[in-house]
């Protein structure tokens, strides 16, 4: 009878685990949505050969990875420890978000945010078109952020690390491979395709920049609401 009980309360344990796991993936794969971003990161590396975008691409993985654990981990305490809420930080992404949004918007992403001729000659290049503005705030921005805190702080608080590392992880593979197959699918968009998708994503980074920002300007004036 004790090992009935044992049995099944480790089977429920492993269901409520496998569900917080779920909810991890879920939520990463909403705010970042890697299917989504294939166009915006053939955009911004455009005119770059296929053994620099998936150098971008790798960077760009190591950095929201390190990004998701330390936010994760010792997010809450970092913002707190420079006076600075999630508020303030999500109103400083969503301004960043929409002067790219509007870039791609028209047709001028290129200009802002890929490197020049001169500075793809350098080996440090792709590497900073992967931090800025691919990891940092397009995939890692307050809003990624503000979810790994919570559900960090959430995962240490009920034992349930294990789950939120499954997570995190299933997440990290999949973008791993929607980023590392770019090159590949942008041998099958024409330049027209590739320029109406990148007005697209424009709108709808535009749409999420200002969702963020009435978000933070809701929190500090709820007059506004």
Known sequence: MAQAYDVVVRVARMSYDLAFSIKVFSALFAIMNPVANVPVFLSLT???SDAERRRVAVTALIAVSIGCVVAAVAGS????MFGVSIDDFRLAGGLLVLL???SMLHGSANNQQAPTDKERKDLDSADSVAIYPLAIPL???PGTIATM????HSAINSGKEVAFTAGLAAFLLLLAAS???APFIGHYLSPKVTAITQRLMGMILAAIAVDMMM???RASFPGLT
């Open 46 to 48: 455009s005119g770059a």
């Open 77 to 80: 305490s970092i913002l707190a």
């Open 100 to 102: 790219i949004a509007l």
């Open 139 to 141: 995939l890692l921005g």
């Open 149 to 152: 805190i919570v559900l960090g």
């Open 179 to 181: 980023m590392l197959s």
């Open 215 to 217: 978000t933070s300007l």
